[in-house]
C-alpha cells in the first residue's frame, strides 16, 4: 500500500509517500481500496502540530474515503467483495488501501460518483449535525456561516436551503461569493474589506441573527455571540483563526487563545442565549446518530438537495499542493486526494 505520511510536525514539505504491505481486514472489517480520499482543515491542523487528538508523527491521518472493498473480515453480513462505499476512517485515510470497520462504511448510491462520496461524509455530517442538533435550526431562522466557500460552508449553505425561509450571512473572500451565492448564501461578506458585524446588523435592522456557525474561534467567538437575537446560538466548532499560514506560530496561537471568551450559565441565562460546541471526531462512540444522520443525508443526496462541491483533486504525490491550497485559502469546497 501508498500513503501520505506526516513525517514529523511542519510546513508541507514534511509530507511523504511511503510504501508499506497491505493490511488485512479482520473480524467485522472490511479492505478497501482506495479512489479519493478527503482532505480537511483538521488534517493540515495534525501536520502543524495544532490539532490534540491527531497521531504523533510519523503518522498517516484522513477521516474520510470512498472506493471498493476487495476484502471481506469474518461476521461482516451486509457488504460484499465489489461494493463501492463510502468511508470513516480515524485516521490513516492518506491511503491507497484501508481497513476498517464495517459500521463505518456505507454503500454509495450508483449515481453517486467517487469524488462526491469522498467529500461527503465530514463535511455534511458536521454541517447536519451542527444545524439540526447542537442547534434546531427553524424555518425563517437569519444564519451567520464563517469560511463558507469551504467543504463544511457550502455543505452548510446548501442543507440551510432545506428549510424554508432561512436567511444566511456567508463570510468569504469576495472571489467566491458566486459560488456562495450558488449554493444559496443570500448575504456573502467579504470579511478582509468590510467588518462582518457591522454588515450583519445594518441588514438586519440591528436585530442580529439567531444562529452563528464559528470555526474561527478566539474573539470571533465574542463577536458571534453578540450578534445574537433573543433566543438565538452560538455553535463554536473550530479554532481556525490559530493556524494562520502553514507553519506553527506559537506567539499567534497564545493570542487566539486569549481571545477565547468565558460563557456563564448565569450570563448565559440573563442574555437568553446559548453557546453549543461540535467536534465530530469525539463522537466516534456514537455511531447509530452518526449512521442516522448519513442515512437523512444519502436521502438529500437522492433528491438532488445536496451536492458536494469539488474544488480540486491532487495525486499522492503532490499532497503539499493540496495542503498549500487549503493554507493559501484558494478553495472554493472540497480538495481531494488521488492514490
Ligand atoms: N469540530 C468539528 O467537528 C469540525 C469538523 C469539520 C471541520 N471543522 C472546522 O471547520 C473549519 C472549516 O473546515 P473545512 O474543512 O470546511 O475548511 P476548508 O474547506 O479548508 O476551508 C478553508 C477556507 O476557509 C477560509 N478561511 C477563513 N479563515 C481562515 C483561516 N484562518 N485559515 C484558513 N482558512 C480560512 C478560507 O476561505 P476564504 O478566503 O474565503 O475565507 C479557506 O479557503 C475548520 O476550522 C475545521 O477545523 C470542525
Redesign the pocket.
Known sequence: MRAIWITRHGGPEVLEVREAPDPTAKEGEVRVRVKMAG????E??ARQGL?PDAPKPPCVVG?EVSGVIDQVGAGVADLAEGDRVMAFTRFGGHADVVVVPAAQVWRMPDAMSFEHGAALP??Y??AH??LFRAAQLRPRSTVLV??????????TLQLCRTVPGVTVFG???A??HDALRSAGCDHPI???SERYEDVVRERTGGKGVDLVLD???GHDWKTGYGLLRPGGTLV??????????AKRRWLHVLRELIGVPIFTPLGLMNDNRGVA???????WSELDMLRATMVELVALYDTGAVRPTI?STFPFDRAADAHT???????????LLVP
Open positions: 482532505l480537511n482543515f483538521a493540515l491542523s490539532y477521516y465530514v463535511n455530517l458536521t449535525h451542527m464563517h469560511m463558507a466557500a469551504g467543504g463544511v460552508g457550502l455543505a463570510t468569504a473572500s472571489s467566491k467579504d470579511y478582509h470555526a474561527l474561534g463554536a466548532f473550530g479554532l481556525a483563526n490559530s493556524s494562520n499560514g460546541g461540535v467536534n465530530m471526531g469525539h463522537l474544488d491550497r487549503l493554507h493559501d485559502r484558494k478553495n472554493v469546497g472540497k480538495v
